[in-house]
């Protein structure tokens, strides 16, 4: 029997596979696509705490050559400029989810974790001892735990029960690439319907688009047809679209699962929250699930910890990524371009001209501002610990290596050139003295 399954190899599943597999846990990802190659771009980066986990597992420097630092955090439009956050990694990484995935595969790979492709999971069956798990064309499979990383539509997610509650949506949009004839040109543009978008594909002859459907309309795939329309609605052509690499359909919805575990059986990333693409968040939020959930799930497969320690998952996940997806709703809300909706955003940008402001926005959509509720006690509690040079007498203090099996971070020779200071919102604890 295996000791976990996780379904789904994106982001999510992987990192999660990565974790238990350097605490020596026996793990199998399952991946209902039978090539790890992506059609089209889907996400496009992160910003900076998912950076610093992916840095203490030594693999940052992987992603930072596979992809490109850029300054492009904002909020609805209003640049956000991060180089005073106190972090290494004072900015956004531009990289498309094919190569975060192919950089996360290479890793799982050297940890000996197997990864099934052409495995459809159809459901499952959970007794005191495991977890059978149901694929087409084949027998069920046992394990001791199943991890749903399985995006939006979960099955594992819908299979145990657990509801998606939360903002129900107002507007459609389709993002698709596709190749023209016209001249596309690039650029964003609000009206009373939403926000419309062209952009140039790197290394390809197609233009990326994003519009937003004059009604609303979920459910049925999106075809060429739909897009044609909605591009004439926004732009009064069709720009003469044709042979789409890629098409799809997502709402302003932002919901979160009322649960975040059933039994043996847990969620993870998009499978336990769902939300527009607005900022950024979908790659982040999904690491910072798997990290958070990976010690604890190994703990418990060890017999080191307690089955208790499983609900502090979501005690903890849960209201981080709940203020995220508030951040998002609102910056959703703000994508039309009539003369009151402007109005709201101009008083945002003329806020966010001060440090307060535009610091605590910054710590929400970069992550540096995680703050777990532990309790009374000192300002710091619960806050990430700063990345901060050690001065030992000794180098290296053998007090300070890393267990043989856990890779070490690589070695750094400069300092910090700031005061760790923590995040939030204005009026929260601050802390006068470094940690």
Not at 81 to 109: I, K, N
């Amino acid at each position: 029997m295996t000791e976990v399954i996780v379904v789904g190899a994106g982001p999510t599943g992987l990192m999660l596979a990565g974790e238990l597999a350097l605490a020596g846990v026996d793990v199998t990802v399952l991946e209902r696509r039978t090539s790890a190659g992506l059609v089209g771009t889907r996400a496009r980066g992160f910003h900076a705490r998912t950076i610093e986990l992916l840095d203490q597992r030594g693999i940052a420097d992987r992603f930072l050559a596979a992809g490109q630092t850029v300054q492009a955090l904002a909020f609805d439009g209003t640049p956000l400029p991060v180089a005073d956050l106190p972090t290494r990694h004072p900015y956004t990484l531009a990289l498309g989810q094919s190569g975060v995935e192919e950089v996360l595969l290479g890793w799982v790979e050297e940890l000996g974790v197997p990864v099934r492709r052409g495995v459809e999971v159809t459901g499952f069956t959970q007794d005191d001892g495991g977890v059978d798990v149901h694929v087409a064309d084949d027998a069920p499979l046992r394990t001791a735990y199943l991890v749903g990383a399985d995006g939006g539509r979960s099955v594992v997610r819908r299979t145990a029960g657990i509801e998606l509650v939360g903002a129900e949506p107002t507007r459609s949009h389709l993002i698709a690439e596709v190749a023209v004839t016209e001249e596309a040109p690039p650029g964003i543009r609000l009206d009373e319907v939403g926000i419309h978008a062209v952009n140039a594909v790197p290394g390809a002859p197609t233009v990326g688009v994003v519009v937003t459907e004059q009604e609303l309309r979920t459910g049925a795939e999106p075809s060429l047809a739909d897009l044609r329309t909605a591009l004439v609605a926004a732009f009064g052509t069709d720009f003469g679209a044709h042979d789409p690499t890629w098409i799809s359909r997502f709402t302003d919805a932002v919901r979160q699962a009322s649960a975040y575990r059933s039994g043996r059986v847990l969620i993870a990333g998009d499978a336990a929250h769902v939300h527009p693409p607005t900022g950024g968040q979908g790659i982040g939020l999904g690491v910072q699930d798997a990290v958070n959930l990976g010690w604890k799930l190994a703990q418990v497969v060890r017999g080191d910890s307690p089955d208790a320690l499983l609900d502090t998952y979501r005690a903890e996940r849960h209201p981080a990524t709940a203020r995220v997806l508030g951040n998002v709703t609102v910056q959703a809300l703000l994508q039309r371009g009539d003369a009151r909706t402007g109005a709201v955003r101009d008083t945002f940008a003329e806020l966010l001209a001060f440090d307060q402001p535009r610091l605590a926005l910054a710590g929400l959509l970069t992550g540096l501002d995680i703050h777990l509720d532990l309790g009374d006690g000192h300002p710091l509690l619960g806050r990430r610990v700063p990345d901060l040079d050690l001065v030992t007498p000794r180098r290296p203090d053998p007090r300070l290596r890393a267990p043989p099996r856990r890779p070490a971070a690589p070695a750094r020779a400069r300092r910090t050139r700031h005061r760790h200071r923590p995040l939030g919102r204005p009026g929260a604890p601050r802390s006068r003295r470094p940690a």
